[in-house]
């Protein structure tokens, strides 16, 4: 995913900066930059303001990258565009600065950190180490606890990654409005509680480190299936969410066991990507993937860190998810599976998270022990088992499971409701295929094979 105009670029100065078509090679070579350019350049901008004047870092980049389109269709593209931009925001940075008298107690050193001149134009104004230091502070920043939950994913997306208040909106099935309005009470929050520009350590570093965790966990699994738009997967969710795991477990802070793990867990389900859906984009169920697609490279990684996390007496619930992933990554094939140690792991997990999502899971890797109705039976004991009914994976399974028992009328019944609250069209098209594949085995008169009192019947 490229750069993204409407997220590092305020709207009026876009229309008049892309006027005119000489613009739009340069437009191109931006719209190619990886979109974590933003971010770098926000973070490291943001140490020189300071945190509480983030809006004005995210300004000194837009333009840069406005003057970019401007100059760079007249006087050429640079060798290294990204350290073009990091320069020209440095210079527009020092000019405000200069300008400002609210920065005139720390003018000096401002001017100091931000007056370092390479050799070359096309060098890179500050390392490598340094940006990675400045994106890591910006992770904890914005997962500070102060700023409310919900607002703290969408904060990490903007200013980590690039992304805008519509497309966080579409991730998170909701509207641009009310992400815009979570930024702005994140950016309130982060000026009214004054939260410092730092990797926290201590006790406070565990805590923190479990949000910043819990955020890149929920990035990941949004892109791993998307809850909106027309595709299932966004790679880019889940690339970024890589991206920054990394770059925690590579630093002091977050090299632990917890962070190995989640990291472990991201790389075995990014493995199987290429194959979750086919040429068209339909679903694919894991017993329809080409094996031979998944990334041999990403799952050894997935299971070096895998190995990371077994260091110390922790435990988490990433371990357990990583173990059940690595348990399928390890099977030749879809019936060489070991189920009975997918159960015994979901049995650990939901001592960790007793969800009725976990509990759901549970149910199907009973099933495939025990048999169907072992697995109808567990549904049927899910506690809270109300907060599914708009959860259209549980009539999916129960679907599923009654097709097992040969019970094709009440199958039909099932993924009809499945269908009904499903979001994306790919699993839409699943569905109907296998609502049609039941309905074709409805046999005139049909008794239902389900134990009385252990079904969970589709609501409405």
Not at 190 to 216: C, M
Not at 239 to 267: C, D, F, K
Not at 421 to 450: D, N, Q, Y
């Amino acid at each position: 995913m490229g750069l993204s105009y409407t997220g590092c670029f305020q709207r009026q100065k876009v229309a008049s900066s892309l006027a005119g078509s000489s613009q739009m090679p340069a437009r191109n070579i931006i719209g190619g930059m990886p979109s974590n350019t933003c971010g770098k350049m926000v973070a490291t901008i943001t140490r020189i303001f300071g945190i509480e004047h983030l809006h004005l870092a995210e300004d000194v980049i837009q333009e840069a990258l406005i003057r970019a389109l401007q100059t760079w269709p007249y006087y050429g593209v640079p060798k290294n565009p990204s350290a073009w931009l990091m320069r020209v925001a440095r210079n527009l940075a020092l000019d405000f600065v200069r300008r400002q008298k609210t920065f005139r107690d720390k003018e000096t050193e401002i001017i100091a950190l931000m007056e370092k001149n390479p050799s070359a134009d096309d060098e890179p104004v500050f390392s490598e180490h340094e940006i990675k230091d400045d994106v890591l502070r910006m992770m904890f920043v914005c997962c500070h606890p102060t700023i409310p939950r919900e607002a703290q994913v969408a904060l990490a997306l903007k200013t980590l990654c690039g992304f805008n208040p519509a497309e966080i909106g579409k991730a998170f099935l909701t509207t641009e409005a009310a992400i815009a309005k979570r930024l702005v009470r994140a950016g309130q929050k982060i000026r009214e509680a004054h939260i410092p520009f730092e990797i926290p350590a201590g006790e406070e570093s565990a805590k923190r480190l479990d949000a910043v965790l819990q955020t890149l966990y929920l990035l990941f699994n949004e892109g791993y299936k998307a809850s909106s738009g027309s595709k299932l997967v966004r790679e880019e969710l889940c690339n970024e969410a890589i991206r920054l795991a990394s770059l925690l477990a590579e630093h002091p802070v977050g090299n632990r066991p917890q962070t190995h793990a989640l990291l472990a867990l991201m790389l075995l389900n990014a493995a199987r990507l290429p194959s979750r859906v086919d040429d068209e984009g339909n679903l694919l169920r894991l017993k329809e993937q080409d094996r031979s697609r998944w990334d041999a490279a990403m799952i050894a990684r997935g299971l070096f860190h895998l190995s990371q996390s077994a260091t110390g007496d922790e435990l988490s619930e990433y371990h357990l998810q990583a173990g059940i992933v690595a348990v399928h990554c390890a099977a030749k094939s879809y019936d060489s599976t070991d189920w009975p140690q997918i159960l015994s792991l979901y049995d650990r997990l939901i001592e960790f998270d007793d969800s009725p999502v976990i509990a759901l899971n549970r149910a199907v890797a009973l099933a495939k022990v025990q048999g169907p109705q072992a697995g109808v039976e567990a549904v049927a004991a899910i506690p809270g088992r109300d907060k599914l009914e708009t959860y259209y994976l549980l009539y999916a399974v129960m679907g599923e499971f009654a097709a097992q028992l040969n019970d094709a009328r009440g199958a039909t019944e099932y993924f009809r409701k499945a269908l009904e609250l499903a979001g994306l069209e790919s699993e839409k098209a699943f569905l109907m295929r296998r609502l049609r594949a039941c309905e074709e085995h409805i046999p005139p008169r049909s008794g239902t094979v389900l134990q009385p009192g252990a079904s969970v019947q589709p609501q409405g």
